[in-house]
């Protein structure tokens, strides 16, 4: 949602569930935060160095997640779903404290924060919103992935990602989603997932501790052993555009271009985060003294969230 003034929260708001891949439960209070505070967490079960700002740089490891690390070693994981809420809800300051190393993975989607934080009042606040506005086309390519970034004529964000599994349930999946005029409902309750197969070994690795039918869609040959089966028909693609959202906002600002993206994840998105910001001739950052908000889809969408809930 696009706005000309930053916002923040008009209150503090909490969540509580179990980590994804530490198996642990954790609870976070978003907290209102000034102008150009952005999005910060902070490590209350550490009393000292547990600030870690939401920035690409502080990207430590992007393996099935995105998790932050301050520079005294500290780290927050598994941010993206709550970051993704941030920027489709259209908040740019806010600090985030949690109780422990990683943001509790929910429903395994972005539904249950975006529904919170639009069921109460943002608030405008005295500085414009800044925007990352790309100038000129950025490639990275890495083997069979591939990402891009160009121009677009709209004042949005578009993202085209495609999606490839030798899976039959998954198979080739392909989405476009313009992140200011379409509903963004079905992107939002989009959950991750994973093959029935892959389990074990990402166990292995001492990931997915928490991981269960509850916070993930799980696929087995043929069939989802979900009970409901997906929420929607390309719930694979959405999901990848959902974290791919949520990876943006590192960034430090929602974005204008077109993204296209071809066997993508967290850690192809931070690669390619580094690049355009090397390539200072891609972008620059702009302000909208005018800007209209499409409010259209984005009320239509929260009618059928609040359905749905």
Do not use: W
């Not at 920035?55 to 992007?62: C, E, Q, R, Y």
């Not at 578009?158 to 080739?172: H, P, S």
């Amino acid at each position: 949602m696009n706005s000309i003034y930053q916002k923040t929260l008009s209150k503090k708001i909490s969540f509580d569930g179990i980590g994804l891949h530490s198996g642990l439960s954790s609870k976070i209070c978003v907290i209102p935060a000034e102008a150009d505070h952005g999005i910060v967490f902070k490590r209350v079960d550490l009393n000292k160095n547990n600030l870690i700002k939401a920035n690409f740089n502080n990207v430590s490891s992007a393996r099935l997640c995105t998790t932050l690390k301050n520079n005294k070693g500290v780290k927050v994981s598994t941010v993206e779903h709550l970051l993704a809420a941030f920027y489709i809800a259209g908040i740019d300051n806010a600090l985030v404290e949690i109780d422990n190393e990683e943001v509790p993975i929910m429903d395994g989607s972005s539904k249950d924060f975006f529904q919170i934080f639009e069921s109460i009042d943002k608030v405008d606040q005295s500085k414009k919103r800044k925007y990352l506005k790309i100038l000129n086309k950025v490639e990275l390519i890495d083997g069979k992935r591939k990402i891009s970034i160009e121009p677009n004529n709209q004042n949005s964000l578009e993202v085209d990602f495609q999606l490839q599994y030798k899976n039959r349930i998954i198979g080739n999946q392909k989405n476009i989603i313009n992140f200011q005029n379409d509903n963004l409902e079905e992107v939002i309750c989009s959950r991750t997932f994973c093959l029935f197969e892959d389990i074990e070994k990402i166990k292995k690795i001492g990931l997915a501790k928490g991981g269960s039918l509850e916070n993930a869609v799980v696929v087995n040959d043929d069939r989802v052993l979900n009970d409901g089966g997906l929420r929607n028909d390309k719930e694979f693609v959405n999901h990848k555009i959902l974290d791919l959202a949520g990876d943006f906002l590192l960034s430090g600002h929602r974005v204008i271009g077109k993204i296209v993206c071809h066997q993508g994840g967290h850690e192809l998105t931070n690669l390619f985060l580094r690049e355009i910001f090397n390539s200072k001739l891609s972008f620059k950052t702009v302000e909208f003294a005018d800007y209209k908000v499409s409010k259209k889809s984005h009320n239509k969408q929260l009618e059928k969230l609040a359905v749905n809930a």
